[in-house]
């Protein structure tokens, strides 16, 4: 690694450092202002007023009513009790559940978990050629009398590839069949009307969006249908009895902020990490023959590059970039010895898929170290030895 140069940060779908306004709004709530939100007293009342003014933030980031948000310890959590508690509060109606195979495994394994209780789930899978998009047609074809939930991904966190959420949100509505969507890599970088788009129930996390790690929301539809369900964590009744327990309010502070800060930067941010994104990939692609692109390019995020370098693993390629942080989109793991499921969902060819890494730039990024960055991709995948991977594909979703 250079002794002059810092590391490159290019892993933003991993995770996105704590913005400096969202760190100066939750530091008072980790000094002095430390009440239980739940508490009646003066400390508790200050506390519960940062909570509700966080609620505010997070609904005017998607259209929503403050009523409508649940926080959450992140995603994962909310992906859990949306699911199983639509499973739970509605089995009397049906029991049969529509998903996507290459979803995070946030939704697939609370769904395996449904499958193993007696739940049918229909399996889809992308169409060929289309990078990973789910379309409405798809859910269309899919549906039954007795579906209860779709849940399919916004925007692919691996890929960044946007899947058709306004049309499937308007055909379930219309079908009267509730609607999630895990949205944790799109809430904050484009745009999100939960009306407009007939969402039932939507996941995010704040560390996605330039806040703390810990904190994250459930958005759950009050009208036009409500939406119930059975509560995942019992105990103490916070969050309208749907998520029992003392509230992180140095964490829900900071999502508020996160969110209302990427309200204001959005559109701008969007179209210089684009710009930026595009740059880095018309370099690599142009200078390392056989490379490509995993997903859609024309329905994805404006900050996510999935790109696999053929006859190179890339955990042996970020081995030897260690100035560079990127994930091997397409590593085997020890145990199962296969590539991303994602990758195989979408038909990436085996010895691309064990070559991919996906780089996501975020509001850090700077164009120097992004011209940095293609210098030193270029000469490492050059300098590799072209081997073909040996790991088997196969496997459930």
Request: net charge negative; aromatic share 6%; with cysteine.
């Amino acid at each position: 690694m250079s002794t002059t140069n810092p590391p490159i940060y290019l892993d933003y779908n991993a995770t996105t450092p704590v913005d400096p306004a969202v760190l100066e709004a939750m530091l008072p709530f980790l000094r002095g202002t430390f009440g239980n939100a739940a508490s009646a007293h003066a400390f508790g009342c200050e506390a519960n007023k940062a909570v509700e003014q966080a609620r505010q933030q997070v609904a005017s980031l998607i259209a929503a009513d403050p009523r409508e948000i649940v926080f959450t310890s992140g995603a994962t959590e909310a992906n859990n009790l949306a699911i199983k508690g639509v499973a739970e509060q509605y089995k009397e109606k049906g029991r049969h559940i529509i998903t996507a195979v290459h979803e995070h495994h946030a939704v697939i394994d609370p769904i395996h978990k449904l499958e193993s209780r007696g739940f049918e789930v229909t399996w889809l899978r992308p169409a060929p050629g289309s990078g990973g998009v789910i379309t409405a047609a798809q859910i269309d074809a899919a549906l039954r009398a007795d579906t209860i939930l779709v849940s399919i991904m916004w925007a692919n966190n691996e890929t960044g590839t946007l899947s058709d959420v306004p049309a499937i949100g308007a055909l379930c509505h219309e079908r009267g069949v509730l609607f999630h969507t895990d949205a944790t890599q799109y809430v904050g970088k484009r745009p999100v009307d939960v009306n407009a788009a007939h969402i039932d129930l939507l996941s995010a996390s704040a560390h996605k969006l330039y806040g703390p790690k810990g904190a994250g929301f459930l958005y759950v539809r009050r009208k036009g249908p409500r939406v119930r369900l059975d509560s995942q964590l019992d105990g103490g009744g916070q969050e309208r009895g749907y998520r029992s327990g003392t509230l992180n309010v140095p964490g829900i502070v900071g999502l508020g902020k996160a969110c209302e800060v990427a309200g204001s930067l959005m559109q701008d941010e969007s179209a210089r990490l684009a710009a930026l994104r595009d740059r880095f990939e018309n370099e690599l692609l142009s200078q390392i023959p056989g490379s490509q692109i995993n997903g859609s390019r024309e329905h994805r995020l404006s900050h996510v590059c999935n790109i696999s370098f053929p006859g190179i693993e890339s955990e042996t390629l970020l081995a030897a970039l260690p100035d560079i942080a990127g994930s091997a989109g397409g590593a085997c793991t020890s145990a199962q010895k296969q590539a991303s499921h994602v990758l195989r969902a979408i038909g990436v060819p085996e010895d691309l898929a064990y070559g991919a890494v996906r780089f996501s730039l975020g509001r850090f990024t700077t164009e120097e170290e992004i011209s940095r960055a293609i210098e030193r991709v270029i000469e490492t995948v050059k300098k590799q030895p072209n081997e073909a991977a040996s790991c088997d594909v196969g496997g459930t979703p």
